[in-house]
């Protein structure tokens, strides 16, 4: 029994100090990225940019506005495609993917698809979002011994990030996505931040599966018309 009382203590130790070892990392990077304070007061971003993707060009442009909506438009060999989701509901057209005309997303990928209203990031009070974190240890991402943590989020699928320890910055996230019913996992690597004028820093520059996204134009609580998310 005593053996017994002494694992289960230093199991909750060892626990305690995983936990808050995620938590300090994540605290230092929210610090490097430019702070909670400054990316609390974060409503809406508008992002622009050129995906080089199998030797084409494709203009991408996000619009989130914290909360409300998250509308992507993509144009490439003369045709526009969208997709957007707001809180009760979600379309997408991809007419370069063989769509014909709008389609509804269905409830299951609507739910996951509600962490892509949040324009401050899931790990800005993460907790009070329902978002936990799990510390992994170190891995190496291209050379670099990265901070492993996994954000077990609320509403959908899990994300494990890898934090350089020097800068604090993200250099290489993975997610699971669900694509023509199946699960396939996506590794995209950051590169290029910036700060900007709000006192938050991005990365502008992301190396997907598919291609290299860099983004031309960031913009901070600009004016959106809410009328982007409805069919």
């Not at 009382?5 to 070892?21: D, G, K, N, R, Y």
């Not at 300090?24 to 304070?37: L, P, Q, R, Y």
């Not at 379309?91 to 509804?104: A, D, I, K, R, V």
């Not at 020097?166 to 700060?195: D, P, R």
Request: aromatic letters at 8%.
């Amino acid at each position: 029994m005593k053996r017994l009382i002494l694992s289960f203590l230093f199991a909750a130790a060892a626990f305690s100090v995983q936990a808050q070892t995620a938590e300090e990392i994540v605290s230092k990077h929210i610090e490097a990225i430019g702070g909670a304070d400054n990316w609390r007061k974060v409503n809406s971003v508008k992002m622009e940019g050129i995906l080089q993707a199998n030797g084409a060009d494709v203009s991408v442009t996000v619009t989130v506005l914290h909360g409300k909506g998250m509308r992507q438009d993509i144009s490439v060999m003369g045709m526009n495609g969208y997709e957007f989701v707001t809180p009760t509901e979600g379309w997408s057209f991809m007419p370069f993917q063989g769509q014909q005309q709008p389609e509804p997303k269905t409830a299951e990928d609507l739910a996951e698809s509600q962490d892509k209203l949040d324009a401050q990031g899931s790990l800005i009070d993460y907790a009070k979002k329902g978002h936990t974190l799990e510390y992994l240890g170190k891995e190496d991402v291209e050379g670099t011994e990265c901070f492993k943590i996994k954000i077990i989020k609320k509403g959908g699928s899990p994300e494990t990030i890898f934090i350089d320890p020097k800068s604090f910055y993200v250099l290489q996230s993975k997610s699971t996505v669900k694509a023509n019913g199946q699960e396939v996992e996506v590794v995209t690597s950051y590169s290029n931040y910036e700060k900007l004028t709000e006192g938050i820093v991005v990365s502008k520059s992301m190396t997907l599966p598919f291609g290299e996204l860099n983004l031309t134009k960031v913009e901070i609580n600009g004016t959106v018309d809410e009328a982007i998310f409805k069919k």
